[in-house]
């Protein structure tokens, strides 16, 4: 690998607000300079975001008025570096058409043709059948936008492979190779995974509020299967406040944690055995950041729909339990079996896996190139 010091990482947002492509774009910044001695130069594209100009040792820029001139003079900088885009639409406008985002790399890359642009799609564009919704009417500007950057990147990488099929058709005359990588867990990762076995007979709900109310008020039969089933003593909701009366499910204690400390999540999936999840559909599993916190931490996935073909390398029944199956009961032992699958899924595309890929994405330069 030719050495990189430096490197430009363009986000919608970064702490203290709450955002998962910033935590996402901060935790890979960290192994980067962990592994690779890479330093990432971060700039927010989202002009409301507040926050400070150094975040842990890295520098922090703004472009605070969704112009791209000042993206472009940004990026060029004392001494021009790689560009690393994560972008989905909404987030740096509010209508998911950052025009003048893609305007600016566009300048940026006319100045510095030899500077690589990698680009992490965590999405590409909004459609709708719906015509009194604002994504119907703009769905082909979004579109367009997705088309000019997939064509302007010098490599493309998204956390699907259904994704990477969509980014490849909107450039057909070119042969684009996109690399497919399901996220990482944003909580941590663990080196080992303890057997089911030794841990507590804890199930854990995390995630967004609104997928957790779902869980309560739509599945609640479902969750208490599997408690059933595995012999679950006491249940973890972990983030927002749901604002409903948790107390029990039947004579199983439910302990809201709230909002909580990543570490503090970590050590408390290490030693539960289950992760119960409702969103997103198994067809976008690869992009859910708490499905992967499950898989990374060694506990059984489970679902309440499932999926008849494989999709981004996961099986129903192998990598994820999904309730939707009436003629399946869930054992400790098939539980194991699944959590170990489910765990070495995982492995192939950690956080330093990911690390490895995008700094080879960034240097090589030349390898990133395909045929027109």
Not at 147 to 159: M, P, W
Not at 276 to 291: C, E, R, W
Not at 292 to 299: D, I, R, S, V, W
Request: charged share 15%; hydrophobic share 35%; aromatic share 10%.
């Amino acid at each position: 690998m030719n050495h990189l010091t430096n490197v430009y990482s363009i986000v919608p947002r970064l702490p203290p607000a709450i955002d998962g492509v910033g935590d996402y774009a901060l935790n890979l910044a960290r192994q980067l300079r962990k592994d690779f001695n890479i330093q990432t130069h971060f700039i927010v594209g989202n002009p409301t975001w507040r926050g400070a100009s150094e975040i842990e040792g890295f520098a922090v820029s703004q472009v605070t008025d969704s112009n791209p001139n000042q993206l472009t003079s940004l990026l060029s900088g004392d001494r021009p570096c790689p560009v690393l885009l994560h972008y989905v639409g909404y987030g740096y406008a509010q209508r998911g058409c950052p025009i003048w985002l893609v305007d600016g790399l566009q300048r940026w890359k006319s100045l510095y043709p030899q500077r690589s642009l990698v680009t992490m799609f965590h999405e590409i564009y909004a459609s709708s059948n719906l015509p009194w919704t604002s994504s119907f009417w703009l769905s082909p500007l979004q579109k367009n936008l997705a088309t000019r950057l997939a064509g302007l990147s010098d490599r493309d990488v998204t956390s699907m492979q259904s994704y990477a099929k969509s980014l490849q058709n909107l450039v057909p005359t070119r042969n684009l190779e996109v690399s497919s990588l399901p996220v990482f867990s944003n909580i941590g990762e663990l080196d080992y995974a303890t057997p089911l076995l030794k841990r507590n007979k804890r199930l854990v709900t995390f995630g967004h509020k609104n997928s957790r109310i779902q869980i309560y008020q739509d599945y609640l039969t479902d969750l208490q299967e599997i408690c059933e089933s595995l012999d679950i003593e006491e249940i973890y909701d972990i983030g927002n406040p749901t604002g409903l009366v948790l107390s029990s499910i039947g004579d199983i204690p439910i302990i809201e944690k709230g909002i909580t400390e990543s570490s503090e999540i970590s050590n408390i999936l290490k030693d539960s055995i289950v992760g119960f999840l409702t969103f997103p559909s198994p067809a976008h599993l690869g992009k859910s950041t708490v499905f992967a916190t499950y898989c990374a931490h060694g506990l059984i996935p489970c679902m309440v729909s499932a999926s008849t073909t494989l999709i981004d390398g996961l099986e129903v029944g192998k990598h994820y339990f999904s309730t939707s199956n009436t003629n399946s009961r869930l054992s400790l032992e098939s539980a194991q079996e699944i959590a170990n699958n489910a765990y070495d899924w995982y492995q192939t595309h950690k956080l330093s896996a990911q690390a490895k890929i995008f700094a080879i994405h960034l240097v090589n330069k030349t390898e990133n190139k395909t045929s027109e």
